[in-house]
């Protein structure tokens, strides 16, 4: 059509792990919402070496542009400062939907812009979607299954939230949003995927987020006790974030609407968690226990059967092979040498 982007042939590779795309095809174009974030960065980093241009659309409340920046200048690159709360115009063939602050610290700042921008900002995209007929993928998250009463969980489960809380913002707006997405789906024949993402980490998270990887390596970084709310017997499953951007690519290039639960189904309690750390780390690691939060989650724990049979995915880095991935990331952040970051 009327496509400003060059259409070259590329061959695409299919690397050893990586996501096996075959044919020679023409590049895509591809919106990233929320792209210099933590996830979306990486995301954005897979999409452009695979020879696709990618429009990354972000209002920089939690990312930065220095997490996109070894990407200006590359013609197949493009940088918009916008918020999905308002409307879009582009012109693309695949969304992938990331917009949204993802720590607790950070959507608890100020819930409405949370909820607005689950609810109207995923409302928007899907309206872009639907306008220009792109496929849409969009990153929900293992709170919509609230505090589980099903362990582990699988994505037949409806889930046990609170939708007057503090969290609900994120949880409820994140259930909303797959709401929308199927009724896009089926109403308006978009083409949909969603995939719940579980605890990631890795290197670009924010430094101070809150979230608990991030935390726990930044205090013994910085020789602070490691703070473990409430008896920290609470249970994650940590995912290091190239094993879950690999999951959301299969997830988008397949035909499989979802959703899919995409984590690492290996289960810490907060003080196993910290036992590693110490062990990467820094074995003089302290611990202090600080109460917990409101409405926090028992225990979670990814069932990725669902992924593995109809996605052939699955993770491939435990945390103790990727923690030290990201503490060399935060050494440099924390401790200066702001060049490469
Ligand atoms: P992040 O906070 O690093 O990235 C979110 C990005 O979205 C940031 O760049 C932020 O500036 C941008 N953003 C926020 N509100 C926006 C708005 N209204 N308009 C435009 N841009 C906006 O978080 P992340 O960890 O990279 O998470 C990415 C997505 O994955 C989120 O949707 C999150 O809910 C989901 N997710 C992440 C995890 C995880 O453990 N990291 C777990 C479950 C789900
Ligand atoms: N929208 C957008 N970009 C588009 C098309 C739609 O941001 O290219 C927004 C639009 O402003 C609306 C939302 O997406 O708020 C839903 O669009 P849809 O066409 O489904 O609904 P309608 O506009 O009919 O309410
Ligand atoms: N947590 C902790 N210390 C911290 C930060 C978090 O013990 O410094 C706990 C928190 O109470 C929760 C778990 O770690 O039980 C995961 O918290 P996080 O905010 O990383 O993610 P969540 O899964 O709650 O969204």
Known sequence: GNSPYKQHAAVITGGAGKIPLGLPRK???????????????????????????????????????????????NPRFELIRHDVVEPLLLEVDQIYHLACPASPVHYKFNPIKTIKT?????????????????????????????????????????GNVNPIGVRSCYDEGKRTAETLAMDYHRGADVQVRIARIFNTYGPRMCIDDGRVVSNFVAQTLRKEPMTVYGDGKQTRSFQFVSDLVEGLMRLMEGEHVGPFNLGNPGEFTILELAQVVKDVIDPTATIEYKENTSDDPHKRKPDISKAKELLGWEPKISLEKGLPLMVEDFRKRIFGDHKDV
């Open 27 to 73: 590049p895509l174009r591809i919106v990233v919402t929320g792209g210099a974030g933590f996830v979306g960065s990486h995301l954005v980093d897979r999409l452009i070496e695979r020879g696709d241009s990618v429009i990354v659309v972000d209002n920089f409340f939690t990312g930065r542009k220095e997490n996109v920046q070894h990407h200006f200048g």
């Open 118 to 158: 689950n609810v109207v900002g995923t409302l928007n995209m899907l309206g872009l979607a639907k306008r220009i007929g792109a496929r849409f993928l969009l990153t929900s998250t293992s709170e919509v299954y609230g505090d589980p009463l099903e362990h582990p969980q699988k994505e037949t489960y409806w």
